[in-house]
């Protein structure tokens, strides 16, 4: 496969029509290039978009505020601030939740920590701002993600084996110890 | 630009009485020549990102290349030191970012040998089948750009053409095109789907055919050859002696590669060959490459015949993640998710280097372990930096015209050299 | 048990010395000693989940298990005993797989409660099964038992608890409390409070330290937090002289919660060191950290515009105070400034503003804390002993292996709660004999081997008549006698109108009790003497400290190793404010100002002149101020008009000076008059270092950032002296440390020299003279009655889970006690026909007070005729009723007891 060095060649410049048949050939191929915005590529269910904090089905939060997740941030962008819900005892719930998207790498590990599986990685990607500040998401803008983009971050769940895709599978919902005052469950 | 100051020729002052400003005299009947040192980067466009080289030229010819390095520097290794062994595989994501799945590999590769661990065999193969894949993809990208950089730009549309079917590959395996993370301490993180393993199936039946293009475009090509022939020649012995490795080593004519010689994955249950090349120039690291993108082909269609059944990741109690529905409802689970995440696992204290073969030569981890649950050092042998300390070297006597061709020949990527 | 102190050794019956084999290795042991402790000793570390070294082991989680040979079944470690020839192995894989069963029994009723828990990644259990790795878990049961959240502190969560039983063994056994049991209930064995009341105890908090899992929590943290979050800064507590070691952990600038040494984690350990303390802290330092954090700290300088404060800039306020103070300086001299420093702050505060007031202001007007009693320990004792510093005679190490102790004048367990610890100790492990005095029967005076339950006020009849007891049955030390025959004989000579009976009389006490009281004492080889505001903070405070002194010289204290004199400091640096000259007679390192050389010393130093200026001490400054003498007053952290009744007219004294300045971290009743308050920080956000009453130099390290803009009082005052053209530079603490350091060779160390006691100079010259007057019985002498009309005796003391005015301001010791009710005993409110929730009409004969009205409590350890206030309280303000006194000697000033009388209230 060594190129040869005939003169022939050389003179008649054969490796160059070769080459503009094959870039001839591409002319009529299909072609791969779209109009973003007005198509968008469908991105696959795994994939690692901006995050978001998902509730139960009936409108529960999953969140316990157990801040695992900020411990398995590698880029130690989560912050959790975690205390118990004022008028019912004993249960534990993030006050605060803070995830910068200016430092999320997008690993997914706060996903795979979340012993609740309160987060979830959505398709969204669009979401760029004039605004810095924007970017540092807190709990209101989280659960707004994580509503809007519910199938998304529930099919990311799946594809990532964080959560059985049928509903009659195990669904780990923690439950709150009761108090002696008042002796009834949550 | 910058010319020696001291010695511009300047007219006797005598000649202009009165008058304070010497003028230079041009009508020398002798050109003076003189050494010119010109810094090129660290925003060239073909430096692949922020390098800087000083020349020291004689004209247009290189008589000394000095590499700046640093300009990318984020303290990776530092950054190593303070998560646990988990929590760094992200960040060797951003080492060689085209070839993040390689990063991880080689990183995890190493932990599992500080542990002295054995992962399954369908883990092994998948690391195979992906680090191969990821290998095609890297080396696609350098074709384009090194052709790019000499001034072909076609070739640079069709590789990335191929390249993009691949990172639509690696989106559905882990989620991320680029950044994957998909490498796991003991295995991996998500099995390969069957409809997954029919698309690489597919991409492999084509892959030949779009081979011959892009040699259709360049092997021949007497632009190409004459910029890359005779450019940038190293013998075997000083190559050896740079420490160079991967295809810049073998292209010199050593016949050098981890994954034969200290084989790791499943690169031993594989049939394939170490591609050799014999003038150790830019043409035959060309011609080397391309010949391990045919190999790689042949690998990953190999382990997707055989891929074995069974587990994708270790059972280890001690080191890996439980699976999260047993998260849910086992205590003892739970806690490993707690322990794991908060605390990481301990490693024997100790320290070990392993090296792997990514794409562009041995990128090898070396970690010092106290014991604990994060390391105590980490360092990493990334072959662009090796790489660059041989530019000097295989730059002397070419002209600027080919700096960007030596570049390129390494491959190199600054997020790795700089770390 | 271990015995590694020669004195420990004396003292308890060390068994045999045998030799068994543990993995092969030839090993001694004493006899009789608990194998774990052996192993562990060795170093070997075998898991065990209801150990701890400070108590007796007890058995129960079945982890420590180890194979001995002749025995079938695995041995219990820590239960069993050392046995000569035993033959121990420890790492067979049998052990191993028996501890995993042990450790599976308990995962097995575990609830999956880990996201929530607050003990999680501190959890003894999960540290066990991810180093087992156990795998899945068979026959998973939960326990359903609901959270007891009835205590005002701790919740018990039992679904959690693994029933090892070390909370009730650590309060059973360290703090003699015994607050909590086991109950069998729903089929479960659950920790409760004894008769499954809500948990009353006093709060120490070292059952939440040792608990292994989430089963106790603290409520003033809840999840707050999770352990691997927080910034662990150990720091040196804010509330008593103790001078425990905190660590405080922090999240975002903000402390969530205190724990000390004492955890689950630090059970390995001889049992023996428990006598250099069991690593734990009260209540008042564990709970009492919310007031850092307080929304009621000052966070800008306040000015006073038109008669209301207002937020000001730090640069006007400093200007304004800089310009002032200079103006009045040069209008009417350094006589017209004076200035007060509470011993709440560091000694590098305190060493500064002394330097500021006494070089840069020209004055000798500046008085501390110390003016409220301790000055009366300092005086004396400096009288009697010699030295210039003064601090305890036996580190507590030694109180734990005293053989005696006698407690006078001090509720040790209200007041200093962990030093308590070591007077149990000695109790319990060491067989001490402990002798309480006091009117009150209090916790600690009923574990005392001897109460003495004294008439009210006949404290120093009852010193008296212990020296007299002892001298008359020929019971005086041998060496005391030889030393010092002639003091003995001007002893004797002294109390020859006191008797047996006249001092039975006195105290209440029936004489044979007292008679055995003083044999225990004068026949102790190691007794110690502590005492502390029950005999220095009332009338004659001076005369009884050299009372208790003939006392402890009488029993040879000064002679025998181990044994002592020890005066309790009730505020955490009350040690370091005299050290560093916090009071007008003192310059620092307990020099005094009147001396000459002493001033030339510092003169020199300083490089500034100090003029021989008289020491002018807080009662005269506070007339000073009335007569329009004082024209500005510098108050740090000192809240004279909070602190002393209205009859010493503190508040009309600031009215009358042009220019109050007051620098604390909250806005206190003196704070309130004043025309500049200056945001302090508080003891969590600044370096520096505190004297313990023991002598010890502690460090207080920075925990967080100053809340606000508040500023350490040494930045302050440096800024301040910058701005008015005396420049103390100081970078920081440090240099002033350094300083110090310099000035006062060998203070910073936390391991005290012994005190050096030299008696000689104090009973050859004038001692003659001097004992025989405080032995005179003079009439009313004993204050056993007040004035007609007043038949009660009211006293201002500490509680247990408060100190000073400061903890007020913690929301969680809040929490716990905020009770400004008057206590009374059990037979006056019969007598007055008082229940609890009445309340009740004080009146007493101090002028312009008026009746204060005031609830009441119950409170069965009161004797009849004396009532208790807690003095943290001013609403409604019971300390007015008090008529103040002064010392003649030491110009300390008696506010905390006086008579009153009680008439039952309208509601």
């Known amino acids: 496969m060594k190129p040869g060095r005939n003169l022939i060649q050389k003179i008649l410049m054969l490796e160059i029509v070769r080459a503009m048949w094959v870039v001839f050939r591409h002319m009529f191929g299909k072609g791969i290039t779209f109009q973003y915005p007005h198509v968008k590529r469908t991105l696959p269910d795994g994939h690692r978009g901006a995050l978001g904090l998902l509730k139960y089905d009936d409108g529960v939060e999953r969140c316990v505020g157990c801040d695992l997740c900020e411990a398995a941030c590698p880029s130690h962008c989560i912050k959790v601030v975690s205390e118990q819900v004022p008028d019912k005892p004993l249960v534990r719930y993030a006050s605060e939740f803070y995830i910068d998207m200016t430092k999320c790498v997008f690993c ?18 669009e979401y760029s701002t004039e605004n810095k500040r924007d970017l540092y998401f807190d709990k209101k803008k989280l659960y707004e993600v994580g509503e809007t983009y519910f199938a998304d971050a529930k099919a990311y769940l799946v594809a990532h084996r964080q959560e059985q895709a049928d509903e009659t599978a195990i669904q780990y919902r923690y439950k709150f110890p009761f108090t002696v005052l008042t002796g009834k469950k949550e | 630009m910058t010319t020696d100051a001291k010695q511009k020729p300047v007219e006797p002052a005598a000649e202009h009485p009165g008058v304070g400003i010497p003028v230079p005299n041009r009508a020398l009947p002798l050109l003076r020549t003189e050494k010119l040192m010109l810094n090129m980067g660290p925003q060239h466009p073909s430096t692949h990102g922020v390098l800087k080289v000083v020349l020291d030229l004689e004209g247009e010819r290189i008589i000394k290349a000095t590499p700046v390095l640093g300009f990318l520097h984020r303290g990776v290794e530092k950054l190593a030191e303070d998560g646990t062994y988990h929590q760094f595989i992200p960040h060797t994501d951003r080492l060689d970012y085209v070839c993040a799945m390689y990063n991880n590999f080689a990183y995890v590769r190493a932990v599992e040998k500080l542990l002295d661990m054995k992962v399954p065999d369908r883990a092994e193969y998948l690391r195979t089948i992906v680090a191969e894949v990821q290998r095609i993809i890297g080396h696609l990208f350098w074709l384009g750009t090194q052709a790019l950089d000499i001034g072909a730009m076609t070739v640079f549309f069709y590789t990335f053409l191929e390249r993009e079917v691949l990172l639509d590959f690696f989106d559905s395996l882990c989620g991320a095109r680029l950044t994957t993370s998909w490498y796991r301490i003991g295995g991996v993180e998500n099995d390969l789907s069957p409809r997954l393993i029919e698309d690489l199936y597919k991409f492999l039946a084509n892959f030949s055919e779009k081979l011959d293009e892009y040699n259709a475009l360049l092997e021949t090509n007497r632009i190409w050859l004459a910029r890359t022939k005779n450019v940038a020649v190293i013998s075997a012995e000083d190559a050896i002696n740079f420490g160079l490795s991967g295809p810049t080593l073998r292209g010199s004519g050593v016949d050098y590669d981890l994954r034969k010689y200290e084989p790791y994955g499943a690169y031993d249950k594989v049939q394939w060959e170490v591609p050799v090349g014999k003038n150790g120039d830019t043409y035959d690291r060309y011609w080397i490459r391309i010949l391990e993108l045919k190999e790689s082909a042949k690998i990953v269609k190999q382990c997707l015949d055989q891929l074995p059944a069974g587990p994708y990741m270790v059972e280890d109690p001690r080191v890996t993640l439980p699976q999260k529905d047993k998260v849910f409802t086992n205590l003892e689970h739970m806690i490993r998710q707690f322990k794991l995440f908060t605390q990481g696992f301990n490693t024997p204290a100790g320290e070990i280097y392993c090296g792997t073969e990514a794409h562009k030569g041995e990128l090898g981890f070396y970690i010092v372990s106290d014991g604990s649950g994060k390391p105590y050092r980490l360092k990493i042998r990334a072959p662009s930096f090796i790489h660059m300390g041989a530019f000097d070297h295989m730059a002397r006597g070419y002209m600027i015209a080919d700096v960007v061709t030596i570049f390129g020949t390494y491959d190199i990527v600054m997020g790795e050299c700089d770390r | 048990m271990g015995t590694r102190d020669a004195k420990t050794a004396r003292l308890m019956s060390a068994g045999a010395e045998i030799e068994l084999t543990i993995n092969g290795e030839k090993v001694k042991a004493t006899e009789g000693r608990s194998l774990y402790d052996v192993l562990s000793g060795m170093g070997v570390i075998i898991p065990a989940m209801c150990y701890h070294y400070t108590f007796t082991p007890f058995g129960s989680c079945g982890m420590c298990l180890v194979e001995v040979e002749g025995k079938k079944a695995p041995v219990r470690s820590c239960t069993a005993s050392v046995q000569a020839g035993m033959v121990v192995r420890t790492e067979t894989p049998e052990m191993k797989e028996a501890q995993k069963k042990a450790l599976i029994k308990h995962l097995s009723t575990h609830p999956l409660d880990c996201p929530v828990c607050d003990a999680d990644g501190h959890c003894e259990l999960q540290d066990f099964t991810f180093q087992f790795g156990i795998g899945e878990v068979p026959n998973v049961k939960q326990k359903g038992i609901p959270e007891d959240t009835r205590s005002t502190v701790l919740d018990f969560n039992m679904n959690r608890c693994i029933v090892c039983g070390q909370c009730i063994n650590v309060c059973k056994e360290v703090q003699l409390i015994d607050a909590l049991t086991f109950l069998k209930k729903d089929g479960f064995t659950i920790v409760t409070a004894k008769e499954d009341k809500p948990l009353a105890c006093e709060f120490c908090g070292d059952c939440l330290a040792v608990c292994p899992v989430g089963a106790i929590t603290n409520k003033f943290s809840k999840y707050l937090y999770k352990p691997w979050q927080m910034k662990k800064t150990q720091t ?41 303390g069991h690593g734990g802290i009260c209540g008042r330092g564990r709970f009492g950290f919310q007031m850092v954090n307080s929304p009621n700290r000052l966070k800008l300088p306040l000015m006073r515009k038109d008669g209301r404060l207002v937020e000001t800039p730090w640069l006007d306020a400093q200007d304004f105070v800089a310009e002032r103070l200079t103006k009045i300086k040069m209008d009417h001299g350094g006589q017209a400034i004076a200035g007060l420093i509470s011993a709440r702050c560091t000694n590098e505060d305190i060493y500064l503003f002394q330097k500021f007031m006494r070089i840069g202001m020209g004055t000798n007007q500046v008085d501390g804390t110390a003016r409220y009693g301790h000055l009366n320990v300092v005086a004396a004792l400096r009288k009697a002993f010699g030295t210039d510093r003064i601090r305890m005679m036996n580190n507590a190490e030694q109180v734990t292996h005293a053989d005696a102790i006698f407690i006078i004048g001090s509720d040790i367990t209200e007041t200093h709660p962990v030093f308590n610890v070591r007077v149990k100790e000695a109790l319990r492990k060491y067989k001490a004999k402990v002798i309480v005095a006091d009117p009150i029967t209090t916790h600690i005076a009923r574990l005392a081997t001897h109460h003495l339950a004294i008439k009210t006020g006949s404290e120093s009849r009852l010193i008296q008549g212990l020296v007299k007891i002892i001298l008359d049955r020929g019971l005086c030390d041998e060496t005391v006698l030889q030393k010092y025959p002639n ?58 400290v050299l009372n208790l002194v003939d006392l402890a010289l009488v029993c040879g204290l000064f002679e025998k190793d181990g044994a002592g004199l020890n005066a309790l400091c009730e505020e955490n640096n009350e040690l370091g404010l005299v050290d560093m000259g916090g009071a007008s007679e003192f310059l620092p390192g307990g020099l005094e100002y009147q001396n000459a050389a002493a001033r030339g010393k510092f003169s020199k130093e300083w490089r500034e002149e100090m003029p021989d200026l008289p020491s002018v001490d807080l009662p005269q400054i506070l007339d000073r101020a009335r007569k329009g003498e004082i024209k500005a007053l510098y108050i740090v952290g000192e809240n004279p008009v909070g602190t002393l009744p209205a009859s010493m007219g503190a508040a009309e004294a600031l009215s009358k000076i042009e220019l109050v300045i007051v620098q604390d971290p909250f806005l206190t009743e003196t704070g309130r008059l004043a025309h500049v308050v200056l945001p302090a920080t508080t003891y969590a956000e600044k370096e520096g270092s505190f004297t313990s009453m023991e002598g010890k130099v502690n460090p207080v390290r920075m925990v967080i950032e100053p809340i606000g803009e508040s500023k350490p009082d040494w930045e302050i005052f440096s800024e301040l002296a910058w701005r008015m053209g005396f420049p103390l530079e100081y970078g920081s603490a440090k240099e002033i440390h350094r300083e110090i350091a310099k000035t006062i060779p060998g203070y910073f160390t936390t391991k005290p020299e012994p005190l050096t006691v030299e008696l000689s100079g104090y009973l050859n010259n004038g001692y003659a003279k001097e004992a025989p007057s405080r032995y005179a019985v003079k009439p009313g002498h004993d204050q056993a009655t007040g004035p007609a009309g007043y038949p009660f005796t009211l006293v201002l003391g500490q509680i247990l889970y408060h100190s000073g005015k400061y903890s007020t301001q913690a929301e969680g010791l809040m929490k716990i006690y905020d009770k400004a009710l008057l206590q009374i005993g059990p037979a006056d409110a019969e007598r007055l026909q008082l229940a609890a929730g009445d309340t009740v009409v004080l009146t007493s004969p101090a002028d312009g007070v008026g009746a204060i009205e005031v609830g009441i409590e119950i409170q069965p350890a009161l004797p009849a005729g004396l009532v208790f206030f807690p003095e943290h309280f001013n609403t409604p303000p019971v300390k007015d009723l008090i008529a103040a006194e002064l010392d003649p000697v030491t110009r300390v000033i008696y506010h905390k007891r006086g008579p009153v009388a009680i008439m039952k209230g309208a509601s």
């Open chain 1, 108 to 125: 997914g590990f706060c996903v795979e920590a979340c012993p609740v599986n309160a987060l979830g990685m959505t398709k969204l990607y």
């Open chain 3, 236 to 276: 040196t507590c804010p509330y008593c002289g103790d001078g425990c070691q905190l660590q405080v952990e922090t999240k975002d600038n903000r402390i969530v919660r205190v724990t000390s040494k004492l955890t689950w984690k630090s059970k390995w350990g001889d049992r023996a060191e428990t006598a250099k």
């Open chain 3, 487 to 544: 003091a003995v004989e001007v002893l004797k000579q002294a109390a020859a109108g006191i008797t047996i009976e006249t001092t039975a009389e006195a105290t209440g006490i029936p004489a044979e009790r007292l008679a055995e009281a003083a044999e225990v004492l004068a026949k102790s080889e190691r007794g110690v003497v502590l005492f502390e505001d029950g005999i220095t903070k009332r009338k004659d405070g001076y005369q009884n």
